[in-house]
C-alpha cells in the first residue's frame, strides 16, 4: 500500500524554529555567491550595474538622473569594464536609465552605506525573508507537514535559480516576496473588521509594488488584483463590499500615479521610452520584440522548464515536480488552489510570449522567479502527504543542492562567472543529464526529437499528479468546509472588532443580548484564540453554552476549556482572567432550561442534536 505522511499541525515554537532555520540557510547559500563574478571583465553584468548606479544616485542625490554618476565613473569598484549608458540624454540633459526604481530604491540605503557588497547582501536577506514565509505559508496555509515543508522549500531555496537570484541585482527575488505576500493574504480575503482592511491593505501594496518593481509584471498585478476581488465579491457582506470598492479605487489611483510619474520621469508610459535602444528600434513595445514570432514561442513553454543551458530542470531537476503538482491541484481544487495556479500561469506565458527572449545575458529562470514561491507551493502541497514522492523530491532536489555548491567552488575560484559560462560547469551530473535536455539555442533535428520526448514526459506528470492528486488531500466537500469556516471566522471577528470598539454592544444578531469574548488557548496547537459567545450571569459566575448552534459536534472553544481551563473574559469594557468549570448532571440541567427560557434559540439548537450541550462555569480569579 502507498504510505501517506499523517498530517500534524506544529506548535508555534517549533514552526519558528524551523522557519528561522530555513530562511537563514537560504540566506546563507544567496550570500555566498556575492564574490562571484557575473563576467570575467566586470563583477556585475547587464542590467545589474545600472541599478546600482541608479540605487547610489538615489541614496546620495535622491534623483534618478544618473549623468553625474556616469561621468564620474561611480560604477567602477563593480563594473571595471566601460559601462554602456543604456539611456538616451533628456531635453534637459537628465539622464534616467530605463528601468523602473522601486529595485534602486530598497538598495539605495545599502548601496549608500557599505556599497555593492552590501546592496546583494540585502537581496540575500530578502531571500531569507522568502524561504521562511513560504515554510510558514505551506504548513499554515496548506497544511503540508513540518518536515515535507521545510525539505520543500529548503532545497530549492538553497538552489539555483532562486539562491543565485538572493545575490544579483534584479527585481525577481523582491517581486517574488512580493508575490508571496499576496498569496499570503488572498485565501483570507473577505475577512470584515480590522483584519479585513489589513488583508486588503496588505494585498494592494503588494500589488502596487510589482509594476514598480518592473513593468512585465503588470499582467500578474492584474491578476492578484482580480483574483481578491473575486473573493471579496463572493464573501457577499456589505463590508466586504465596501473593501472591494476600497480596493478597486486604490488600485485605480495607484495605476494612475504610476503612469503620470512615468510620463514626467521616462518620457513615456514605460521606462523603454528612455532606453537607447528602444529609441532607436521603434520605441517603447520594441521590448516585446522587434519582430515578436509568437508561434515561435510557443516552444518555450516546455523550454522555460527543460532547455539544456536556461531551462529550470537543467539546474534543479527538483521542478520537474511542478508538472503533476499543478496537475494535482486542478484535480482536487482544495482551499486556496487558485492563488497559486492563476500566478503562476500568468508568470509562465508572460515569460514564454511577452519576454523577448529566453535565453540572455543572466542567469537561467530570471524570467519565472516571480512566480516560483507559488511551485514550491504546489510541490510542497503535493508531497507533502506521501513519503514516496517526498522521497523523489529529496532525491531530485539534492542533486540541484550540490550542484549549486559546486557552481559556488567554481565561481569563486574564478573558473567559471554567473553569466558567461556558468554551463561549462564540471558537475559530472549536468554534463551527463544536459545530454538528454533540448538546446533550443541551436535548432537542430536531435532538439526537435528530445522536445516530443519531452512532451510525452511532460503529459506523463500530469496524468501522474491527476491520477495520485486525488489521494490524501481535502475534497470538494472538505473545501467548502474550509470555505465556510472562513467565513465563520470572519463573521467572529467582525464581531469582536464591534465589540471591543463599543465598550462590548454589538448590533445584529445579538443586539441587545449579553456577549462576552473568550480567549482560550489551543488543545492542540497552544495557539490564543477568541470567540463571541452569549452567557447567563449567575451570581459572582457566568456560564456559557457550547451550543455550536446545534451542530453534531461541540466548538472548538470548548475543547479548549477542557484541556486549558484557564482563559481570559471580556464582558463590557472590562476583562479578567477566570477559571472554566464544565457543570453537570441537574444543575446542568436546570441552567440551561432557564438559558433555553430566556433565549428560545437555545432550546431550537438542543432539538437539533443529540448531543447534550454542555455548560461551562466561568469563575473569575483573584487580580
Known sequence: MRKRMRHITPGGTR???????????????AAAGIPVRATYGAQTSADEPHYLVTALSLGEDASLDVGDEHRAERYRPFHE????????????????????????????????VGGWMAAKATLAVLAG????????????????????????????????????????????????????????????????GRRGILRAVALGLAVTALPWLSVKYVPLAATLAVLALIRLCRARERAAAWLAGGL?????????????????????????????????????????????????????????????????????PAWLLAVPAVAALIRRRPYGWDTLVAPLA??????????????????PGRQLVVVLPAAVLAVAWWVGRSHQRLFVLA??????????????????????????????????????WRLALPDYMEITTGTWIRHGAWVLVAAALAAWGAKYGSRGYPNRR????????????NRNQAIIDEFRANGGKVGGPFEGGTLALLTTTGAKTSRRRTNPVRYLQD????????????????????????????????????????????????????????????????????ARTSRVIPVVALHRRPS
Do not use: C
Open 478 to 489: 472538505d473545501r467548502r468546509m474550509a470555505e465556510e469556516k472562513q467565513r465563520a471566522e
Open 346 to 363: 500568468v508568470g509562465w506565458l508572460t515569460a514564454a510570449f511577452a519576454a523577448a527572449t529566453m535565453h540572455g545575458y543572466w542567469f
Open 129 to 192: 525573508l522568502l524561504a521562511g514565509l513560504l515554510v510558514w505559508l505551506a504548513v499554515r496555509r496548506f497544511r503540508v507537514p513540518l518536515p515535507a515543508a521545510a525539505l520543500a522549500v529548503g532545497l530549492p531555496a538553497v538552489s539555483a535559480p532562486l539562491a543565485v537570484y538572493g545575490n544579483q541585482v534584479y527585481p525577481e527575488l523582491p517581486a517574488a516576496l512580493a508575490v508571496t505576500a499576496a498569496v499570503a493574504v488572498l485565501p483570507g480575503m473577505g475577512a470584515a
Open 395 to 432: 532525491a531530485l532536489g539534492a542533486l540541484g543542492a550540490v550542484g549549486y555548491a559546486l557552481l559556488l567552488v567554481e565561481g569563486l575560484r574564478g573558473d567559471l562567472t554567473w553569466v558567461v559560462d556558468f554551463f561549462t560547469t564540471g558537475y559530472p551530473w549536468y554534463r551527463v
Open 15 to 29: 514552526l519558528l524554529l524551523v522557519v528561522a532555520a530555513v530562511a537563514l540557510a537560504a540566506a546563507l547559500a
Open 539 to 606: 451570581g459572582d459566575r457566568i456560564l456559557v453554552f457550547a451550543s455550536n448552534a446545534g451542530r453534531p459536534t461541540h466548538p472548538a472553544w470548548y475543547h479548549n476549556l477542557l484541556a486549558n481551563p484557564e482563559l481570559t473574559v471580556e464582558v463590557g469594557a472590562e476583562t479578567y482572567q477566570a477559571t472554566a468549570v464544565p457543570l453537570h448532571g441537574e444543575e446542568r440541567d436546570r441552567l440551561y432550561a432557564r438559558q433555553a427560557e430566556l433565549v428560545p434559540a437555545f432550546a431550537e439548537y438542543q
Open 248 to 316: 478597486a479605487g486604490g488600485l485605480a489611483a495607484a495605476g494612475a500615479g504610476y503612469l503620470a510619474a512615468h510620463v514626467a520621469w521616462y518620457g513615456g508610459l514605460t521606462v523603454y521610452a528612455s532606453g537607447d535602444f528602444f529609441v532607436a528600434n521603434g520605441g517603447q513595445l520594441s521590448a516585446l520584440g522587434t519582430d515578436p514570432d509568437y508561434l515561435g514561442r510557443s516552444t518555450r513553454l516546455l523550454g522555460l522548464l527543460v532547455d539544456r543551458a536556461f531551462g529550470l530542470a537543467a539546474w534543479q
Open 81 to 112: 569594464a566601460e559601462l554602456p549608458t543604456q539611456a538616451v540624454r533628456g531635453p534637459d540633459g537628465r539622464m534616467v536609465v530605463p528601468h523602473d526604481p522601486l529595485l534602486p530604491a530598497l538598495l539605495a540605503l545599502p548601496m549608500a
